[in-house]
């Protein structure tokens, strides 16, 4: 052991101080680099991670010149009479620039790994950026900054070719551990260069292993909180249901039943325009919104496949996307006009969003999560009364203190819900809240969620792709495809009379032929080799018509009219129906392998498969639907 242990005192004074500032440094730049899109990010990305590429001597060489007596730096320090130069403050500055690239790289890979989700979310909810940051995105990238600050001061701990070119060696002032292994080996002290690279390796494996340690039991315990409320979800979710004593329909349907009224007035009741007014257009490279809309306060759903731009439209909306063009008006309130330059930030707009995975705050407690919107300078006593409300509203009292992965996917919905309707906003955006749920339970939350939308007395849009979820929530429906919107009205004029075929496509219409009008009441149905009369109008542009599959009739007297024989070419089976793929006019293959799908319930299938083909299929004039 030596007798001089500068080396460790003077090691640690500067690593630490080197760990202080880098750990400021290095989250403000990582959290600035993470939203920064304007010019030379490439460049300064460089810059930030250069002395984790260059040789120590050439940053020590960079640092020596530029705070040398002839430097910029160092000139400037002269006329205070205080040089950096072979003084321990220049070994601390070394060890800070050496190890900040550490120190940024992995807390910029901690702040992106945050899901985006909850930091849009929060914006919706009024939060401001500062507020973001220090209560969403700091707690959840607190393990990887925790790990990079380890690093970081690892790092700083173990410079040696920086600090020997700005700081020298100097015994009792600037030789750090690194240089007396270094030098004791240059002079043959073999022994003492073991004993200081045990000690820097001890110290440095400790930070390491005390990080990971952590990391694991913090894991561990999560684990365990699933695991149990996993086992006693469970056991409420199934123990009645396998007893079979109808007890567990019963409390469902109580619960559902039994919702409260969650109120949410709107902040503006004496505005003269009520309503959401949408306008807007928006180009990305391979797809082009544009789409035009008003809505009231009944839930309006946006209906179409994946891709068609739902969502976009409630991103806008929310000002989380900025239209190309256009104009969004709630109640009366410009939220966005690109003629005027008007685009108000998200959390100003005052719109409740549920996203898709409901982007709850894994660090916040189920009442922290639903009192993280609402307005400043609540007292205590009112915050907790607002959240228990919501919680009872939801059916969910008594979780208030459960962490969102202690809940189970239902729950999490729910919670997403209460917190939105929490601060009372204008506008709620439902963006297809039930796609992450299994069948029992979305059918049971879909009940709440109608009961829910009817008492909220604000704007509700609603998107999903699935049509029956869109007809059962929402009385009126926005059709969209491609960016477009292609049907607007109630439920039952688009379900009964798409205007074209892709609507009855995305409404479930599955049997489509095209058409050519024969006379004002017939017309010729090409690929099913038919002539069909209809009752409506014939439009001039129509240029198809269709038939839903369960509105296929089938008789028994071949003379009614639009009454084809059949053949069967093949079934599909599901637990309550079946779909019977029919060939029309011949039971010979023809181009098309069938003309027809049927949907009869199982009960009918039962007495329909003995009998002999053909079967003959009517086609109701009443039910025919022509479109373009």
């Known amino acids: 052991m030596p007798q001089d242990l500068s080396p460790l005192w003077i090691s640690l004074k500067t690593s630490l101080l080197a760990t202080f500032i880098t750990f400021f440094i290095g989250i403000a730049t990582a959290y600035w680099m993470l939203g920064y899109r304007g010019k030379g990010k490439s460049l300064i990305e460089g810059i930030l991670v250069a002395p984790l590429i260059l040789p120590p001597t050439v940053v020590g060489f960079i640092l020596l010149v530029f705070f040398g007596k002839n430097g910029p730096m160092g000139k400037l320090m002269e006329a205070f009479d205080f040089s950096i130069v072979f003084t321990w403050y220049g070994a601390a500055i070394a060890a800070t620039v050496v190890s900040l690239p550490l120190m940024y790289k992995t807390a910029l890979g901690a702040f992106e790994q945050i899901d985006r989700n909850l930091l849009r979310v929060a914006r919706t909810l009024g939060a401001n950026e500062l507020n973001i940051f220090w209560r969403v995105s700091l707690p959840l990238a607190f393990p990887g900054i925790l790990a990079a600050t380890t690093l970081a001061f690892a790092r700083a701990l173990g410079e040696f ?91 469902n349907g109580h619960r559902v039943s039994s919702i409260e009224k969650i109120q949410s007035p709107i902040p503006n009741p004496q505005s003269p325009i009520s309503g959401l007014i949408v306008d807007i257009e928006k180009i990305l490279p391979g797809f082009h919104l544009k789409v035009s809309f008003n809505a009231d306060e009944q839930p309006l759903g946006l209906l179409g496949g994946s891709g068609a731009g739902k969502s976009m439209v409630l991103r806008c909306i929310a ?161 969209m495809e491609h960016g477009k919107a292609v049907h607007h009205g109630t439920k039952y004029d688009i379900f009964e009379n798409p205007t074209t075929v892709s609507v009855a496509q995305l409404t479930g219409c599955k049997n489509f032929s095209s058409a050519v009008a024969i006379s004002s009441q017939v017309v010729e149905a090409v690929d099913w080799d038919c002539t069909l009369q209809v009752v409506e109008s014939i439009p001039n542009s129509f240029s198809h018509v269709g038939i839903r599959a369960h509105q296929i009739a089938f008789t028994d007297n071949p003379n009614q009219e639009n009454t084809f024989p059949c053949w069967l070419v093949r079934t599909s089976e599901t637990p309550h129906r079946m779909t019977l793929f029919l060939r029309l006019h011949s039971s010979r293959k023809i181009s098309r392998d069938y003309h027809l799908q049927a949907e009869i319930f199982k009960e009918k299938w039962a007495t329909l498969k003995d009998k002999p083909l053909p079967w003959y299929v009517r086609l109701d004039s009443l039910r025919l639907m022509l479109m373009k």
């Open 161 to 251: 070719g920086a600090t020997l070119m700005l700081a020298g060696n100097i015994p009792g002032q600037t030789q750090t551990i690194p240089m007396a292994i270094y030098f004791a080996v240059e002079a043959g002290a073999i022994n003492e260069a073991w004993f200081w690279a045990i000690a820097i390796i001890m110290i440095s494996l400790s930070g390491i292993i005390a990080v990971n340690f952590w990391q694991e039991c913090r894991e561990k315990s999560t684990k365990a909180d699933r695991g149990i409320r996993g086992i006693g979800q469970w056991a409420r979710d199934n123990g009645h249901r396998a007893s079979g004593n109808g007890q567990w329909a019963m409390g």
């Open 319 to 479: 000002g989380i996307e900025t239209p190309t063009k256009g104009r969004i008006v709630l109640n009366g309130r410009v939220l966005f006009d690109s003629e005027q330059g008007i685009n108000l930030p998200s959390r100003d707009r005052r719109v409740g969003f549920v996203v898709q995975n409901y982007a709850l705050f894994p660090n916040m407690t189920v009442a922290q999560n639903i009192a993280f919107g609402l307005p400043k300078g609540l007292s205590k006593l009112a915050i907790k009364q607002r959240v228990e409300a919501q919680l009872l509203a939801v059916q969910l009292q008594g979780l208030g203190d459960r962490y969102p992965h202690q809940l189970s996917g239902g729950q999490q919905q729910r919670v997403a819900l209460a917190r939105a309707l929490a601060s009372s906003p204008e506008a709620l955006l439902l963006d297809e809240p039930f796609s992450a749920l299994d069948t029992h339970l979305r059918s049971q939350l879909e009940q709440q969620m109608v009961t829910t939308l009817a008492d909220y007395q604000g704007i509700s849009l609603f998107v999903t792709h699935n049509m029956e979820e869109a007809y059962r929530v929402c009385p009126n429906l926005l059709v």
